[in-house]
């Protein structure tokens, strides 16, 4: 069945250092949406990714969709100790409900 | 505007104890989810609905129970607790009829079975 792979698992960086988190999908995606999960707290929408070689920005978190739409990225420049947590980019079902099914996400650490 | 909004936060229950996660949102959102999430890992669907009165299964529904009587409310209930069921709950809505609405989620119910 579909999957989409998330990598690095985890991944530990200094204050100031950029971040960078991958999402690989062996089929063709129709969309993709991004959500941070903050230590203790809930799954907050980021962003969803339509277009084929889409990129958005939100101040310093760049998005990307790749051109065959089979993969997208989650690059963080500069990153500050509130980017700590866990960033999914579940897989969004067809049909009408699109329900979510998530792996288990890149955990990021900013150290100070 | 609340939001999604869960309760209990926090719950302890016994082995075979039943019990109902509450579920409220108010901003018209058709789309309703329940999620369980076990430590250090993503969410599992439980339970879904597309609109009052209308409900699936999700991939890991055994021992659960949902309704949906009313748009705003989608509670989950537990039949007869386990210790397998110790974990986060989070509900989740979002609009139907287009897609490019992400969900929204609640704040969580901490469930631990002893």
């Known amino acids: 069945g579909q999957q989409v792979m998330q990598i690095p698992q985890y991944q530990h960086v200094q204050e100031g250092e950029d971040f960078t988190t991958y999402c690989n999908s062996s089929t063709t995606l129709s969309n993709i949406q991004w959500y941070k999960q903050r230590p203790g707290g809930h799954p907050v929408f980021l962003i969803q990714l339509v277009k084929s070689g889409e990129v958005k920005k939100q101040k310093r978190l760049t998005f990307q969709f790749g051109e065959a739409k089979k993969n997208s990225s989650l690059h963080i420049t500069a990153t500050q100790t509130t980017d700590v947590g866990t960033y999914f980019c579940p897989l969004l079902a067809s049909g009408s409900a699109r329900q979510l099914t998530f792996g288990s996400g890149t955990q990021l650490t900013v150290l100070p | ?114």
């Not at chain 2, 076990?38 to 009165?53: K, T």
């Not at chain 2, 209930?77 to 979002?94: E, H």
Request: charged share 15%.
């Open chain 2, 1 to 114: 505007n609340a939001g999604v909004t869960q309760t209990p936060k926090f719950q302890v229950l016994k082995t075979g104890q039943s019990m109902t996660l509450q579920c409220a949102q108010d901003m018209n959102h058709e789309y309703m989810s329940w999620y369980r999430q076990d430590p250090g890992m993503g969410l599992r669907l439980i339970h879904y609905s597309v609109g009052a009165g209308i409900t699936d299964q999700g991939e890991v529904p055994n021992g659960y129970n949902v309704s949906r009587s009313t748009t705003e409310d989608f509670p989950l209930r537990l039949l007869s607790a386990a210790p397998s069921q110790t974990s986060v709950y989070f509900c989740a809505s979002r609009k139907s009829g287009t897609t490019n609405y992400g969900y929204t989620f609640g704040s969580g119910t901490r469930l631990t079975v002893v």
